[in-house]
């Protein structure tokens, strides 16, 4: 059964950095694009970033754009989303996604289909 699953989450001070993690089985994530959303209580789903299959195409959020990096490590099958200089905005469930295409269209922030359950990230003094 194909399954994504995140890890990494945690509570982290102010200007710090996590490194979030998108485990897949099941499925080989090196075909497809993989988006990491993120939504605080009460707020709509944001996008943060996409990485396409390939790695040669990829966006981000204005909102971490020089913060975040997202990668992939096609042997363990992974994707990742390093943080840093964490701010208390930045406090929400991360949880990757994927639509089943092979490169980030346009749309790449809108939610995808199918998706794990997501990890905690806190930024709190």
């Known amino acids: 059964q194909a399954q994504l699953k995140e890890s990494g989450g945690g509570l982290v001070q102010p200007g710090g950095s996590l490194t979030l993690s998108c485990a897949a089985s099941?499925?080989?994530?090196?075909?497809?694009?993989i988006s990491w959303f993120r939504q605080a209580p009460g707020k709509k789903h944001e996008g943060v970033a996409c990485l396409a299959g390939t790695g040669y195409n990829w966006y981000y959020a204005d909102s971490v754009k020089g913060r975040f990096t997202i990668s992939r490590d096609n042997d363990e099958n992974a994707v990742f989303l390093e943080m840093s200089n964490l701010e208390p905005e930045d406090t929400a469930l991360y949880y990757c996604a994927t639509d089943w295409i092979s490169i980030c269209g346009e749309d790449w922030y809108e939610d995808k289909p199918f998706r794990g359950q997501g990890t905690q990230v806190t930024v709190s003094a």
């Open positions: 099941g499925i080989t994530l090196d075909n497809w694009a």
